[in-house]
């Protein structure tokens, strides 16, 4: 089993940055085979949609929302991924979650989430 621990949300101003971490740890056996690591948000009444991935090998895949204004990165060896999040809006404001997959994306952890608002 794969713990998903987020750190880094709360209340920002328009236009302002914040970073969220999220640190990996559990079974080594399990997190060997974790291959993307992510983020996710929710907001009150929508569903969950993808914010931005990274690979193992550093590939990032981002959602057109956001593409611009938020950087995804990655330690493997702190088994952290990084949200910079830059020139936020108040429809960024959500609940924003951590995701552990493995390579075929039959195995998926999440954290517990972290809340961003941002204030107009």
């Known amino acids: 089993q794969v713990q998903l621990a987020e750190s880094g949300g709360g209340l920002v101003q328009a236009g302002g940055s914040q970073r969220l971490s999220c640190a990996a740890s559990g079974s080594i056996f399990s997190i060997i085979t974790i291959n993307d690591m992510g983020w996710y948000r929710q907001a009150p009444g929508k569903q969950r949609e993808l914010v931005a991935t990274i690979t193992r090998g550093g590939s990032t895949n981002y959602a057109d929302s956001v593409k611009g204004r938020f950087i995804i990165s990655r330690d493997n060896a702190k088994r952290t991924v990084y949200l910079q999040m830059n020139s936020l809006k108040p429809e960024d404001t959500a609940v924003y979650l951590c995701?552990?997959?493995?390579?075929?994306?039959?195995?998926?952890?999440w954290g517990q989430g972290t809340q961003v608002t941002v204030s107009s």
């Open positions: 995701n552990a997959a493995t390579l075929d994306k039959r195995t998926n952890y």
